[in-house]
């Protein structure tokens, strides 16, 4: 996967915004529009694990976007729709761990077989408010 930005827009975001930002950083951006209302954050979809591997719930984008991933990104973890739900993409990655909701096996085995280290953990009641883990860190 090569060092470009992603961005998600359709529900909550617009491209004008993502235009701003790609100008302030300098930077060029793939503009991933959201299809699916229950996926309305790129991060609820869409997890960059390392330069070739990343989570991805393909459904969740338009067709442009679905070409535009699979194209860039040269080990997707596809994973499944129960999974989805409960925001399996909605991860923290820290090099080779991964914390993660329980109830995603199919992803977590997936993601085992790559060498990673998962940590499910129990996030049912934050996810009802629609996200997960990631969704609970900030980055400074």
């Known amino acids: ?19 701003l930002v790609s100008g302030f950083l300098k930077q ?3 503009a991933l529009e959201l299809r699916d209302k229950r996926f309305y954050h790129l991060d609820t979809c ?3 694990l390392n330069e070739e591997t990343a989570l991805l ?3 969740a984008f ?3 976007a679905q070409m535009a991933l699979l194209e860039n990104i040269p080990d997707p973890v596809h994973v499944p729709e129960t999974e989805a739900l409960r925001f399996a ?4 990655v820290i090099g080779k761990k991964i914390i993660m ?3 995603c096996p199919q992803t977590a085995a997936e993601l085992e077989k790559r060498g990673f280290h998962v940590y499910p953990l129990e996030f049912s009641e934050f996810i009802k408010a629609g996200g997960a883990a990631k969704c609970l860190v900030l980055k400074i």
């Open 46 to 48: 869409f997890s960059p």
């Open 28 to 30: 060029s951006y793939y």
């Open 62 to 64: 338009e067709s442009y």
């Open 1 to 19: 996967m090569n060092h470009e930005l992603y961005t998600g827009f359709h529900f909550r975001s617009d491209m004008e915004a993502h235009d």
């Open 57 to 59: 719930f393909l459904p």
């Open 101 to 103: 909701p329980s109830g």
């Open 89 to 92: 993409c909605n991860a923290v």
